[in-house]
Every structure is written in C-alpha cells, then in structure tokens.
C-alpha cells in the first residue's frame, strides 16, 4: 500500500530557509501535495506537483521532485514566525478528470525562532 | 478554489450519543471524501461519498459506525455513531477544486471530544 513518511520537526530561525522533506513509496502517484496546518484550523493547500516535473516554484515556497528517489521537499525562503505549523505531504493518483483520495504524511511540525 | 462550509467546528458529546457532522461546497462536485485526524496524528480516509451512490469506505471503517449522506452534489454529512472516547478526533471533509486544478480543498474541521 502506500507509505507516505516526513521528519517529524524542524526548528529554523527567523529569516533563514526550511527545508521539509518527504519520501513515498507508491510510484503511481500522479500528484504531490503540500498542505499547511496551523493549531486548530483546517488544511491549508500551499501548493502541488505533477510527478512529471522536477521543480515549482511559487513565491517563497519551492518544491523539488525526485521521481527516481520518490522523494519530496518543500523549501520556504525567509521563514517568518507566521510559518510556524505542521506541514503535510500528501500524494493521489488522480486520473484525468477523476479525482482521488489523498494520502497524508505523518507530518513535520516546523517551529520557527526569532 | 472551492470553499466548503463544515460544521459544527466542535462538540463535547456523551459516549452512545451521534454527532452528525455537515459539509456544505460552493460548487457542484462530483466525489467528497471524509477524513479523521486523531489527536497528534496524520490524516485517514473514512470514505469517498459520490452523490447517487454509497459511499466507498476505507479499510477499518465501516457504514454502521459512520453513515455517510450525499444528497446533492454539494452537500455531504458524516455522522459519527454510538460514540466513544476513541472517537475523539477532528474529522475533515474534502472535495476537489475547481476544473483545471488538481488541489483539494478541506472544510475547517469539527474536533470532537467525547467523554
């Protein structure tokens, strides 16, 4: 089945970039997620990757596929106090047109210094 | 990107009771999912709701514990049944965003606690 595993905390300093790492094991999955949750609220999507691209970019967030490896980041420049939560890694096999069910990483919680 | 309303956002319920929870989209969508998220814990799908069908529902959850309606194809309710204190989670329902995007928009979540 699929297997979805992240780090479970990072400390960095205000100002300084994260990087959060995940690995998957399911090499069918056709999109990659990165999701945002701060104490007490929903999900917040940050961004996605199609597995046939290796980088995307978007404002202070960068995420990097490593197909081969089945490895994902996410890296965040400039790393404010309001980025302070637990990020997830989620990955589906969404057909064209059909979507599908997400599965979830077990989380990095990322806490950020001044 | 789809917005979805979902409440209660918590409740404190005595265990044997039900909570239904309700998930209301902006836009029509095809499939809704329901997830838990149990305290300090990732995410796990209960089930996939399709509107005009029952629900596809995961290894380890079952229709007797928690029914699923999908009355329209906005509209979706989870009800949590003959509960327990193991029932104490937050539980999330999702839907697929708009045409042309592949994100997944989550409701705010409803934390329950039962005592």
């Known amino acids: 089945g699929e297997d979805v595993e992240q780090s479970l905390f990072l400390s960095v300093r205000e100002g300084d970039s994260s990087v959060i790492n995940c690995t998957y094991t399911?090499?069918?999955?056709?999109?990659l997620y990165w999701y945002k949750q701060e104490p007490g609220a929903g999900l917040q999507l940050l961004t996605y990757?199609?597995?046939?691209?290796d980088m995307k970019q978007d404002q202070r967030l960068t995420v990097l596929l490593n197909k081969k490896d089945k490895h994902l980041s996410l890296r965040i420049a400039d790393t404010q106090t309001g980025d302070s939560a637990i990020y997830f890694c989620?990955?589906?096999?969404?057909?064209?047109?059909?979507?599908?069910?997400?599965?979830f990483g077990t989380g990095t919680r990322l806490q950020v210094t001044l | 990107s789809a917005v979805i309303s979902q409440k209660p956002s918590r409740d404190i319920c005595q265990r044997g009771t039900s909570l239904t929870i309700q998930c209301q989209v902006d836009?029509?969508?095809?499939?809704m999912f329901w997830y838990r998220q149990q305290p300090g814990q990732s995410l796990t799908l209960i089930a996939t709701?399709?509107?005009?069908?029952?629900?596809?529902?995961e290894s380890g959850f079952v229709i007797d514990k928690f029914p699923i309606s999908r009355p329209n194809l906005t509209f979706s309710t989870l009800t949590v049944s003959n509960m327990s204190p193991e029932d104490s989670s937050i539980y999330l329902c999702?839907?697929?965003?708009?045409?042309?995007?592949?994100?997944?928009?989550f409701g705010s979540g409803t934390r329950l606690t039962v005592v």
């Open positions: 999702s839907a697929p965003d708009r045409l042309g995007n592949y994100g997944y928009t």
């Open positions: 399911d090499s069918s999955s056709t999109y």
């Open positions: 990757i199609f597995s046939n691209m």
């Open positions: 989620a990955e589906s096999r969404d057909l064209t047109g059909t979507a599908s069910k997400l599965t």
């Open positions: 836009s029509q969508v095809t499939m």
């Open positions: 709701a399709n509107q005009g069908s029952e629900a596809t529902y």
